[in-house]
């Protein structure tokens, strides 16, 4: 749940970081430029930058999940070969 939330508030800088990886040619203008002019793409609306951030939530709902599931699974598996006392079978 904490990770969802922290990538949630990062998420426009992911945004900014992947426009900037975008461009291409001597013209980059630095990370004042690139901001403003991502901006200025979306229409100057926090709503707008956090556009595919319902993607992050869904990758980290399953991420969350596959890890529950595992962490279950081998626990579960490790009480079965291992003795109330520690001991193996």
Do not use: F, K
């Not at 508030?9 to 203008?29: D, F, K, R, S, T």
């Not at 991420?63 to 520690?86: C, K, P």
């Amino acid at each position: 749940m904490n990770g969802m939330v922290v990538s949630l508030l990062l998420y426009p800088l992911n945004v900014l970081i992947a426009n900037m990886q975008a461009q291409v040619g001597p013209e980059l203008g630095g990370t004042g430029h690139c901001l403003s002019a991502l901006w200025v793409s979306r229409q100057r609306r926090v709503g707008l930058l956090y556009r595919g951030g319902s993607l992050v939530v869904l990758r980290s709902c399953l991420t969350w999940g596959l890890t529950n599931a595992i962490y279950d699974r081998l626990t579960r598996h490790s009480h079965t070969h291992t003795g109330v006392d520690g001991q193996t079978d």
